[in-house]
């Protein structure tokens, strides 16, 4: 039995992870529709919970690396962000880069042939494994390693940025497994790949 892959992101409705300037302002809860960050940031949370593996690139390593360590240490830190940097902490990470020389918070650093050893990882027995970051994403699409995508999708467009899907050399067919609305318009949908 291999490991499943899964590419999990939040998106914007014209299909970016990220804005230009890698901005992720869209998605962060501003405005009048910050109510709906509680209840999708559990969900993230619970899913955090249940990887068994992480796979990140540099970028979002490092974006992640320098915040959620310590957050449940900050004064302010609510019940929700408290338990989710446990859960990140404790989840077993591999960050895939060519620049880092050291990692840390139960992550192991590959420097080597990114698709390679995914392909290695999912033969391994395991539980879900995630894919974390667009250019580690787009390596394991192009080599059709992904098992199944998740998408949270925000209701806004923003014209250009980081996008979610890479250029494919050839079509992969999908199967919808589920659908949630969260609040404020955002819908999550999860796709496996047809084998």
Same mark, same amino acid.
């Given at each position: ?74 004064? &302010? !830190? #609510?019940? $929700? ?8 902490? %404790?989840?077993?990470?591999? /960050? ?36 974390? &970051? !667009? #250019?580690? $994403? ?8 992904? %098992?199944?995508?998740?998408? /949270? ?43």
């Amino acid at each position: 039995m291999m490991r499943k892959l899964i590419f999990g992101m939040n998106v914007t409705l014209d299909g970016y992870i990220a804005a230009p300037g890698d901005d992720l302002g869209w998605s962060g809860g501003e405005g009048p529709d910050s109510s709906s960050s509680d209840e999708l940031f559990q969900w993230w949370s619970d899913r955090v919970g249940a990887t068994g593996l992480a796979l990140y690139g540099r970028k979002l390593w490092e974006a992640m690396s320098s915040h959620w360590p310590t957050a449940d240490q900050q004064p &302010g !830190a #609510t019940p $929700a962000e408290i338990e989710f940097a446990r859960r990140w902490r %404790d989840m077993p990470k591999v /960050v895939f880069s060519s620049t880092l020389d050291k990692v840390d918070w139960n992550t192991r650093l590959v420097t080597g042939d990114a698709v390679a050893e995914m392909t290695r990882l999912k033969a391994e027995d395991g539980g879900p494994m995630d894919i974390v &970051g !667009a #250019t580690l $994403a787009a390596a394991a699409m192009r080599a059709g390693l992904i %098992d199944e995508y998740m998408l /949270v999708t925000y209701p806004v467009l923003v014209g250009g940025g980081t996008p979610f899907f890479t250029a494919l050399d050839s079509w992969v067919r999908l199967n919808l497994v589920e659908t949630r609305t969260f609040p404020g318009g955002i819908l999550m949908t999860r796709y496996e790949t047809r084998r």
